[in-house]
């Protein structure tokens, strides 16, 4: 079964505080791990895509990495304005129809 | 680019009427459509898939019967709770996949529903 587990759950950061996000995953193959960043009462937004190991995407504060068993969304000198409940999701090789799996997310708050 | 419209964003109706959401995509032909339900302080968990022209993919545990899904066009998808009750009561979230870049898998979400049952 296709496990994703975030840590840690919540965060509290002073702003300009850099720090990171984890995301680990259990998958038989993997095709895509995505990062996405959900604001109260809205629909997930879209950060990245990561496909292989070694892979890693940028922007404005947040840089995700991949690693075969994890990810890290690092965020550089934080803003009040990137304060939101960060979700990473799996897409298995076996899925069909692009299915994800999403971890329960890490509430990120960044303090003025 | 990549725009998701859902519609409404909040119903409040009566236990035992029925509620239809619309998911569009904007700015490109969604192959596949899903519907997510969220509950507070957790994840998103998947009810179904949804393809142009086919019937939807309903997650175990989910009733077909009760969440009505309707995928007509390639820009369209619609779910309908029947006969709600107040345990139906979440945030819906729908999804679509871009068809032309596929190849990237990426899901772009609209803007959530959030539905109170009476």
């Known amino acids: 079964e296709d496990q994703v587990t975030q840590s840690p759950e919540a965060l509290r950061l002073q702003e300009g505080e850099s720090s990171s996000l984890n995301c680990s995953y259990t998958?038989?193959?993997?095709?895509?791990l995505f990062w996405y960043r959900q604001d109260p009462g809205k629909g997930p937004e879209f950060l990245f895509t990561l496909y292989s190991a070694g892979e890693e995407k940028e922007k404005e504060r947040l840089k995700a990495t991949l690693t075969k068993k994890e990810s890290f969304l690092h965020i550089t000198a934080p803003k009040p304005e990137d304060s939101a409940t960060y979700l990473c999701a799996v897409q298995p090789e076996e899925t069909s129809g692009s299915r994800l799996t999403f971890g329960e997310g890490t509430q990120l708050t960044v303090n003025p | 680019g990549a725009v998701v419209s859902q519609h409404p964003s909040w119903v409040i109706c009566k236990s035992g009427t029925s509620v239809k959401i619309e998911c569009r995509s904007l700015d490109f032909q969604a192959t596949t459509m899903f519907w997510y339900r969220q509950f507070p302080k957790q994840s998103l968990m998947l009810m179904a898939t949804?393809?142009?022209?086919?019937?939807?993919?309903?997650e175990q545990g989910v009733e077909k019967d009760k969440f009505l899904i309707n995928h007509a066009s390639l820009t369209l998808s619609t779910l309908t709770v029947t006969s709600a009750h107040p345990e139906d009561s979440s945030f819906y979230i729908c999804?679509?996949?871009?068809?032309?870049?596929?190849?990237?898998?990426?899901?772009?979400f609209g803007a959530g529903t959030r539905l109170s049952v009476l």
């Open positions: 999804s679509a996949r871009d068809g032309v870049q596929g190849a990237k898998n990426i899901q772009y």
């Open positions: 998958v038989s193959g993997l095709r895509g």
């Open positions: 949804s393809n142009e022209g086919s019937k939807a993919t309903y």
